[in-house]
């Protein structure tokens, strides 16, 4: 079972250029999840596909980030105009889209965000 | 909305002991569904156990167990016979029927030999 794959890793970036992060999901899965993580504190919720349609965006989620899953596949998140305060962990999950059950979300290993 | 509450930053536990972790939660739905993720230093996180409101049975895994309390709107997390690799931080987490997980802010446990 090939689990939730984030690339890259980290990145490192000077304030003002922008970012894109990939997450490829379990491949049955038709849910995919992006948080967000500051150090300490627990994840924050983003934004969510249901195959290529996004279903809900937080209002974390300002003009300057973007979210696509073309083909209802991988998705990729970018930032524009990277802040300071993009500092974070982003992190991918998906699971299988049955209503009413208790399947849980797993998670990639993220990527971690520092600008400079 | 619904929140979230892990009021204790940190734990410490010896091994093989128990522990108890606290978690509290608000919410105006009958129906969804409460998780308890792990989350080592530098690593995946990963789900220790799930439970749905609907069922007045608490879930186990093994170690891993949880006193819901649906009327009081607590969540705990036992963990028996503690382990060194138990050591990590843990997140309680809400997920009403269809959609997003909502997560505490976590604790971290330490195991010490």
């Known amino acids: 079972d090939t689990g939730v794959s984030q690339n890259p890793r980290h990145k490192i970036t000077k304030r003002g250029q922008n970012v894109t992060f990939r997450c490829d999901p379990i491949s049955e899965h038709n849910r995919l999840y992006w948080y967000r993580q500051t150090l300490g504190q627990g994840p924050e919720f983003l934004t969510y596909f249901q195959n290529e349609a996004q279903l809900e965006k937080s209002r974390l989620l300002s003009d300057r980030f973007s979210a696509e899953r073309p083909k209802g596949s991988f998705s990729t998140l970018e930032i524009q105009r990277t802040e300071q305060g993009d500092s974070a962990m982003y992190l991918c999950?998906?699971?299988?889209?049955?209503?009413?059950?208790?399947?849980?979300?797993?998670f990639g290993d993220g990527t971690r965000l520092s600008i400079l | 909305a619904q929140t979230v509450t892990q009021s204790q930053p940190e734990m410490s536990v010896q091994e093989a002991e128990t522990v108890t972790l606290s978690c509290t939660y608000d919410t105006s739905e009958s129906d969804y569904y409460l998780f308890w993720y792990k989350q080592p230093p530098s690593r995946q996180m990963i789900l220790v156990i799930r439970q749905e409101a609907y069922k007045q049975q608490n879930a186990t895994e093994n170690r891993f167990s949880v006193n819901f309390q649906k009327a009081a709107k607590s969540f705990s997390l036992k963990i028996s016979d503690s382990q060194l690799g138990d050591a990590a931080m843990y997140f309680c987490?809400?997920?009403?029927?269809?959609?997003?997980?909502?997560f505490g802010k976590g604790i971290t446990l330490s195991v010490r030999p």
């Open positions: 987490a809400y997920r009403s029927a269809v959609g997003k997980l909502t």
């Open positions: 999950a998906s699971s299988p889209a049955y209503d009413r059950e208790n399947q849980p979300q797993h």
